[in-house]
């Protein structure tokens, strides 16, 4: 039996009988649910429920079992693109009918366990006592069985632009100053809030992860821990006035979910955030085809160009478009002859698309500051010519990759948005780079309330009407939408390679993310930078990239992408042509994924199979410490002989004093042969495996 009904409780277990859940009822009503892993409690009792505004009779307790529903189920789904080219979803089912005794208001609590862990929401009927309702505060709980090392960030409604910290869950408090700006005291959340997904590791070596699935129409879910009681809390993102969601029955909310393993692959394998979203609602996908990309970006991220084409700040208004009384500062990137260059180098090197960002008119507005910064999004530069472009590019059989900065100005870029992509449509743009940076005016939403989700949302659909893809970067995280709407390619929703332009990440913070922010889809990590110091493009930038070369090819593989930029300057890549193949040969879409090493914050090694093909990719993201991996090349075709290209660091490569550093051999393997390799602090190493 899926379900057993004990007078206490009603009891739930996984397919393979690793995890069981149990639902029960407190003695005043309240909906309460908790779950083990192979005998042991993950999760220990954990209240469910919501708090609705002016309202004294809130969905917190009082309720009763009217009904509860067992079922199964299993199928394979093929993504359009992915890490793998076959899916299975497979689960058991409860869902328990509930109803509140004084008000007869009805909710339904819907759990799926799955095989590597457990899904979760709720559901409100129609109905005649709960039509409109104000939530104040989901309430959703998360009770930890111990003081579990955590990778987390601050919570925050804007941004999720941090390095990780790794801490015990007693000590975030105490660390929170150090992780944000402003202070704690001056934090939204307090002093224990943390953005999902969460990843944690208990003492008795359980990895756990906490995130969400299918975020439609409801604000993003933070977490506040009680750090007494060791217990996570949903908080949920509020609007304007303060809010958290405004719903109307019937209604769904996204899934809360909790994956678990005591092997930390194992949660990197996980395809429940997937499976937790609707099917493809895209009929004809033939355009959706997966983009390995260069661009006029990192030069000016560095500051060795500009975005904006005079420096008469703010004298040039939006909308002129003679320029006659501007001064060109000669610094501008995006100009018809330099991106020709991009489009030359891509056209040789065996790229699909090449990004200009700073085409369009309205920078200056920005950069100066100026009250009314909004752009038209089809209004180029006088230096920038749309045609001429598009008519090269296309004789070179490259796609141009449109960006869109919204400048938080977020109604104005809906109201162009129809003109924005028809005016791609007409010049042969494919994909879109959307940004969001600043405040959202006009009114001060959040990024991650539930009026900008839907927002997002919107700009996508529309997208998927006129066969667009999507990278939208200041986003809200992924919570596995892109399985409905496969055009979303990609999503920034981290601190990407742009800060290594700020300051420097982390150089594990590569060997984290895998952890977080890619357990809800992609990343448009930005990777391949082989020039470390930043000052040899812009004298006044002092920082420094922390990876070494080999490190950089390696995300190809390890930070999972169908969008993968070559972000490096041309030029540096002409040093580096040997390195740079690797760039050149590796996939961007796969048939199949196996994770060969993983420990959150110090390593990931990850091979995968390109669609299509017999050839592999095998890359490794090494943290802080010098360490030696010891892999088998087991998942190769058995009787076949291939040829392995290694990139790796240098005996002496160190990610901060010699990061150029690296070696690369050639060897005949098979299935049976065993490698052995050394990653640098900060270094890793990545490997082309072709069929001879």
Do not use: C
């Not at 975020?215 to 933070?222: G, Q, S, T």
């Not at 596995?480 to 290594?500: K, V």
């Amino acid at each position: 039996m899926v379900v057993s009904s004990l007078s206490y409780a009603q009891q739930l277990k996984s397919p393979n009988g690793d995890f069981s859940m149990e639902f029960s009822l407190l003695k005043d009503g309240t909906p309460t649910y908790k779950l083990e892993y192979k005998k042991k409690t993950l999760i220990k009792e954990s209240k469910l429920g919501f708090e609705l505004k002016d309202d004294e009779k809130s969905l917190l307790k009082d309720f009763s079992v009217e009904d509860t529903k067992a079922t199964s189920f299993d199928e394979s789904w093929k993504p359009v693109w992915g890490e793998v080219a076959e899916i299975r979803n497979h689960y058991n089912e409860l869902a328990v009918h509930l109803k509140q005794n004084e008000t007869d208001r009805k909710m339904i609590v819907r759990f799926r366990l799955f095989d590597d862990g457990l899904g979760f929401r709720y559901e409100f009927p129609q109905q005649e006592n709960l039509i409109y309702f104000v939530v104040k505060e989901e309430r959703t709980q998360f009770a930890m069985t111990g003081d579990h090392t955590a990778f987390w960030i601050p919570g925050d409604y804007d941004t999720q632009e941090y390095d990780y910290v790794e801490s015990k869950l007693s000590e975030i408090r105490g660390k929170m100053d150090e992780a944000i700006t402003p202070n704690a005291s001056q934090h939204p959340m307090g002093g224990t809030g943390v953005q999902t997904a969460l990843m944690m590791k208990s003492t008795d070596g359980i990895y756990i992860n906490l995130h969400e699935a299918a975020l439609i129409d409801y604000p993003a879910m933070h977490l506040n821990l009680d750090d007494e009681n060791l217990i996570f809390e949903s908080w949920l993102t509020p609007d304007a006035r303060g809010d958290k969601g405004y719903l109307q029955a019937p209604f769904n909310t996204p899934w809360r979910t909790i994956i678990a393993s005591d092997d930390a692959r194992d949660i990197l394998a996980s395809n429940i955030t997937l499976n937790l979203n609707e099917p493809n609602k895209i009929e004809d996908t033939s355009w959706i085809k997966p983009v390995k990309y260069i661009g006029v970006w990192w030069e000016m991220i560095t500051g060795k160009s500009t975005w904006f084409y005079t420096n008469d700040f703010p004298s040039v208004k939006l909308g002129e478009t003679d320029f006659e009384n501007a001064t060109p500062n000669g610094t501008h990137a995006a100009n018809t002859e330099h991106v020709k260059e991009y489009i030359d180098f891509a056209a040789k090197h065996g790229f699909d698309a090449v990004l200009v960002e700073g085409w369009n008119v309205g920078w200056e507005d920005w950069f100066g500051k100026s009250k009314d910064y909004v752009f038209d999004f089809v209004t180029p530069y006088p230096d920038f010519d749309v045609e001429e472009i598009h008519n090269y590019a296309k004789s070179k059989g490259i796609k141009m990759m449109m960006h869109h900065e919204t400048s938080g100005s977020v109604r104005n870029y809906e109201r162009h948005l129809e003109d924005a992509y028809q005016f791609m449509n007409d010049h042969g743009y494919t994909s879109v780079k959307s940004g969001y940076v600043g405040d959202i005016i006009p009114r001060g939403e959040f990024h991650y309330g539930q009026w900008m989700v839907n927002h997002y949302q919107y700009a996508l659909e529309k997208a998927a009407e006129h066969k667009i893809m999507v990278n939208a970067h200041e986003a809200v995280r992924p919570t596995g939408i892109r399985r409905t709407y496969p055009n979303l390619i990609g999503n920034e929703s981290a601190r990407g390679t742009e800060y290594q332009a700020f300051g420097g990440n982390k150089a594990n913070h590569v060997t984290v993310l895998p952890f977080t922010r890619l357990i809800g889809g992609p990343m448009d990590y930005t990777p391949g930078i082989f020039e470390m110091d930043v000052s040899k493009l812009n004298p006044d930038n002092n920082s420094h990239v922390n990876a070494t070369i080999a490190n950089q090819l390696a995300l190809y593989v390890t930070m999972y992408s169908p969008l993968q930029m070559a972000a490096d300057l041309p030029e540096h890549y002409n040093q580096f042509l040997d390195a740079f193949q690797f760039i050149k040969d590796v996939a961007v879409d796969w048939e199949d994924s196996k994770y060969l090493e993983a420990e959150p914050g110090d390593y990931v090694t990850v091979a995968r199979k390109a669609k299509d093909t017999g050839n592999w990719f095998v890359g490794n993201a090494n943290g802080l410490e010098k360490r030696t991996s010891k892999i088998s090349l087991d998942f190769l075709d058995a009787g076949k002989k291939y040829e392995a290209i290694i990139y790796a660091d240098a005996k002496d490569a160190h990610y901060k004093t010699n990061p150029q550093a690296y070696t690369i051999t050639k060897k005949t393997v098979t299935s049976k042969s065993k490698l052995k390799l050394t990653s640098a602090p900060g270094g890793g190493y990545a490997i082309s495996i072709m069929e001879k």
